[in-house]
């Protein structure tokens, strides 16, 4: 990971305070709370105002949520809240659990950790390309409560750290903002990472997701690094609303070109090498040179 990159995911971190800490872990004296899908998470005005602004402005009055001390995030899946309210007690949230897909045996090597991140294990949890986390598998003949079946399985975290961007950017707190998006473009720097194929699916999440145009121009980024193998995966032919067919012609016909004119200039870079090489012979040749074959 390039040193800028580290520095700035280390400038959020850990700004620890034992008191916060506490009174995150133990709810003393909390005086609203996050509700969502029925999971409460009782958290302190103090903490939660000062840096959110949109949370700051419900909490005057006039609105519901001043009267009743509860934020409704039914939007947001309940590990993304957790994080969220992580970051806002202690500067940093930890990273999630690896994701299992159906057809795959999870094993050791399977359980990546981005720097940083302390918790990766197993887990009944899937994330779905709509960011929404599907429910545990039932038993076999039974029918579970709500049908939800993603089409697409992600194995990366890189989906979850969008959601976090997601909730920070519709609450308002930049800094969590700020490091979602340095965490997701560290693990795309990653050379030990190789996502180019799942590029496109997290354009189109950012795009439905938040409103960060930076982290949409870290994805952008990644992709035109490797436009060319995106273009012959035919990733990008499943995403028209990404990019329209008509501009996914043009794009295909640049990088054509633009590979075409690189090959054209590579075999004149060769052949002017070739031709400095006879010269020196001969110059050698003329001048007598030992050394010259």
């Not at 990088?255 to 054209?264: D, G, H, I, P, Q």
Request: aromatic share 8%; glycine share 4%.
């Amino acid at each position: 990971m390039p040193k800028a990159r580290r520095d700035t995911i280390k400038m959020f971190g850990r700004r620890e305070n034992n008191v916060l800490r506490y009174a995150m872990e133990t709810h003393q004296f909390s005086d609203l709370k996050f509700v969502s899908h029925g999971h409460e998470f009782p958290v302190h005005k103090l903490v939660v105002c000062l840096q959110s602004p949109v949370i700051n402005a419900a909490m005057h009055e006039g609105f519901e949520e001043a009267e009743t001390n509860v934020i409704k995030m039914d939007s947001f899946d309940v590990e993304t809240i957790k994080r969220f309210e992580q970051f806002l007690y202690t500067g940093w949230y930890e990273g999630f659990p690896a994701p299992i897909d159906d057809d795959k045996e999870v094993g050791e090597n399977d359980k990546e950790v981005v720097e940083n991140d302390k918790e990766a294990g197993e887990t009944d949890h899937r994330l779905t390309i709509s960011g929404t986390i599907a429910p545990p598998s039932t038993p076999e003949g039974s029918e579970p409560e709500t049908t939800v079946r993603p089409s697409v399985f992600f194995d990366d975290d890189v989906f979850q750290h969008i959601l976090v961007n997601s909730i920070g950017d519709y609450y308002g707190v930049d800094e969590l903002v700020s490091l979602s998006r340095a965490r997701i473009e560290a693990i795309l720097e990653d050379p030990q990472r190789y996502l180019v194929h799942s590029l496109p699916a997290m354009a189109e999440k950012v795009m439905e997701a938040t409103g960060d145009r930076e982290l949409l121009a870290v994805i952008s980024k990644a992709m035109a690094k490797d436009i060319a193998e995106l273009l012959a995966s035919g990733k990008l032919d499943d995403q028209p609303h990404l990019v329209p067919p008509f501009a996914l012609e043009v794009l295909s016909k640049s990088v054509t070109k633009y590979e075409e004119r690189l090959a054209f200039h590579e075999r004149r870079q060769e052949a002017f090498l070739c031709e400095i090489e006879q010269l020196r012979k001969e110059r050698a040749l003329y001048l007598g040179d030992p050394h010259m074959p």
